[in-house]
């Protein structure tokens, strides 16, 4: 009898990691994931007919309702397995321009900016820790 295997999807994501400079200190701005309510980056599925750095871009306005410089910066990527199957993820940093009051999930979802430290501490997903890292070192702030 011949064995049924399940079918494992393979998706594309991008995710931005949007920052400032604050008095000194780099930060960077968490969302509240929708259901469980986690401290997140933005992030999505790479829409048709956008780069990866395009879709980043479009989820950070989306869902923290931010807007940031076109300099296009990938920390790197990592994969992550979930129930439907698998997801490579990219992941940019972005420098926040402009914030928004009003954005498409406004009331979906709370944003914070968190200095890089309690930014570690407030995500749980550890694959995104080490972007933290790539990105202290890709910039320094001014004083």
């Known amino acids: 009898m011949e064995e049924i295997k399940e079918l ?14 604050n008095q000194g200190e780099l930060e960077v701005l968490l969302i509240t994931s929708i259901r469980k309510k986690k401290w997140i980056f933005p992030k999505g599925f790479i829409e048709f007919n956008f780069s990866a750095f395009e879709s980043a871009k479009k989820e950070a306005f989306e869902e923290a309702g931010v807007i940031g410089e076109n300099e296009t910066v990938e920390l790197g990527s990592f994969k992550l397995q979930k129930k439907n199957g698998k997801s490579l993820i990219r992941v940019f940093s972005m420098e926040v321009s402009e914030e928004l009051q009003d954005y498409p999930e406004k009331n979906l979802r709370k944003r914070k900016w968190f200095n890089l430290n309690d930014a570690s501490e407030k995500i749980t997903l550890t694959d995104l820790k080490p972007f933290l890292t790539k990105l202290k070192e890709k910039i320094k702030p001014v004083n």
């Open 8 to 21: 494992e999807n393979e998706f594309n994501q991008s995710c931005v990691i949007p920052y400032r400079i």
